[in-house]
């Protein structure tokens, strides 16, 4: 069965500082899909990206970086020189084999706090 | 305009009345979703449609009601509920079939009283 475990609950930086969310997942088939979204505090789930089981590159997009290891099973969110604005709750999440929408488990979701 | 619209995004109703929640894609999508998300537990998948039929139903109790009338829309009928159907609903879409993208919309905050 595939499992999403998001160990932080919440997370307080200061503000500029960077920080690392983490998010280790469970799954027994060699074909699947990982995924990250933020949720502010108006409620939209908002994607951020997605990496398919083989492609272990890692991404970087402007403040925002993504660490995919197999080995480990994580696909950890680093947010680099934090805001204000990143303040949300962030979810990880795993779509197994043809990734079909309602095969998607979700993560419990990490509180990130940003103080000014 | 984003690209999955809720309404009303805030809903306070009595355990008696009757309501509907509205969801509305305009990313050309073929599949949609209701997720409710309660304090402090995960994200519930509740129901999905996928080329307008019901592919899935997680035993969600019978006073929550989907509708499906094409592939750009969706509601959720709400009657007779209790105080901990209290959450937030979220409408999402993707395309059908696999290697697909779930998209949310911003929720519906539904309190019962």
């Known amino acids: 069965a595939q499992k999403v475990t998001q160990a932080q609950t919440e997370i307080s930086v200061v503000e500029k500082e960077d920080v690392t969310l983490d998010c280790v997942y469970e799954?027994?088939?060699?074909?699947?899909?990982l995924f990250w979204y933020k949720q502010p505090p108006s409620g939209e789930l908002v994607f951020l990206i997605r990496?398919?089981?083989?492609?272990?590159q890692n991404e970087i997009s402007g403040r925002y970086s993504w660490n995919f290891q197999k080995s480990t099973s994580s696909f950890n969110f680093t947010i680099t020189a934090s805001q204000v604005v990143d303040s949300a709750v962030y979810f990880c999440?795993?779509?197994?084999?043809?990734?079909?929408?309602?095969?998607?488990?979700f993560g419990p979701g990490t509180r990130l706090s940003v103080l000014p | 305009e984003t690209g999955v619209t809720q309404t009303p995004r805030h809903l306070v109703m009595g355990m008696t009345n009757k309501k509907s929640l509205k969801c509305e894609q305009h990313?050309?999508?073929?599949?949609m979703y209701w997720y409710k998300q309660s304090a402090k537990k995960p994200l519930e998948l509740m129901f999905v449609?996928?080329?307008?039929?019901?592919?899935e139903n997680n035993s969600v109790p019978s006073r929550f009601s989907p509708e499906c009338p094409n592939s750009s829309h969706l509601f959720l009928h709400l009657h007779t509920l209790q105080p901990e159907d209290s959450a937030l609903y979220l409408c999402?879409?993707?395309?059908?079939?696999?290697?697909?993208?779930?998209?949310f919309g911003e929720g519906s905050w539904l309190t019962v009283v």
């Open positions: 990496r398919n089981s083989f492609d272990e």
């Open positions: 990313l050309g999508h073929n599949a």
């Open positions: 799954t027994r088939d060699t074909t699947y899909y």
């Open positions: 449609y996928s080329l307008e039929e019901r592919v």
């Open positions: 999402a879409s993707s395309q059908a079939g696999g290697a697909t993208t779930i998209y």
């Open positions: 999440a795993l779509s197994e084999g043809d990734n079909y929408g309602q095969n998607f488990v």
